[in-house]
C-alpha cells in the first residue's frame, strides 16, 4: 500500500533536483528499496536507519534508470544489506544488477511491483506500479515541483510522450516521484505533462517558423523568457529534443547534423 512507503529524501539539493532524491522504501519484513541515491554516507546511514525502524531488512533494490543521483549507493547499499540489484540496464553499473524488462513483477509478501518501461528522460526508464494501491513510482519520468528533462542522446521526445500515455493509461491514483513531495491526483498531474510537453511543441514550431537555419539556443530568450539564465543550456537540449521530434514527424527539416561541439541546425517552413 502506497501508505506503507517510507521517503528518505538524500542530501542532495539543485535546480535540477528539487529538495533532493527521493529514496523509497516498501514491503514487509522484505524490504524493496526503490532508488537509493547518489554515493553519500549520511544517505546510507539514514536508509539503513529508516529500513531498522520498519523492522525490516532490504532484499532488493531497483533503480529507475542510471543518472548520478538515482543509481550509484545501489553498490554500497547492495554490500551493507545484502540486497540483489534489478533495474534495465545492468551494465550501466558495477551491481551485478538484474535485468528488468516491461512487465517483469517484483514481489516481496504481499507487494507487487510492475516495472514499467518508460523511455524518455533515459532510455533506461522504469516506473514501478504498485497495483494494488494504484501508486506509480514515477522516477524522473514525472516530478512534482520540477520539469523532467529530456535530453536528446540520452533521452527521445516523441518517446517521453508515448511513456506519459503509457503511465497514464495505467490510472494511478497516487505518484511518488524521484523528487518533490507525493501526488494524490495523479490523473490531474498527467494530463497537465502531456498538456504541457504539446504546449511547449506548438510553441517550439511557432518560434522556429520564418526563421534562418537555427540552432536550439536561438529558440530559448523567446520560449523560456520567464527563467533564469541558468537553465537556458538545460532548455535548448530540451528544444532540441522537440525539434528532432517534428523532424521526425516530418514537420521541420534538419540542415546538419552538428558536432561533438557545435549543435544540429534546422530549418521550418513558413507556417
Ligand atoms: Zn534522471
Known sequence: MSESATRVLAHNPSVFTGRGTNTYL?????????DPGPDDDRHLAAILEAADARGGGITSIVLTHSHPDHRP????????????VHCFDPSAGEEHAQPLSDGDVMR????????????GHTRDHLCFFDAASRTLYSGDHILNGTT???HPGEGDMSDYMASLRRVQALQPLTILPGHGERVDDAGVLIEEYIAHRLERE???LAAAQ???AFAPMDLVPTLYAAYPVEVYPLAAWTVQAHLDKLVRDGVIDQVDGGSDTEP??????AS
Open 26 to 34: 516498501v514491503g514487509g519484513r522484505d524490504l524493496v528499496c526503490i
Open 73 to 84: 549507493l545501489a553498490l554500497r547499499l547492495a554490500g551493507r544489506s545484502g540486497a540483489t
Open 108 to 119: 516481496s509478501g504481499d507487494l507487487e511491483l510492475i516495472a514499467v518501461h518508460t523511455p
Open 148 to 150: 523532467s528533462v529530456v
Open 202 to 204: 506548438a510553441q517550439v
Open 210 to 212: 520564418g526563421r534562418p
Open 264 to 269: 544540429p541546425r534546422y530549418i521550418a517552413p
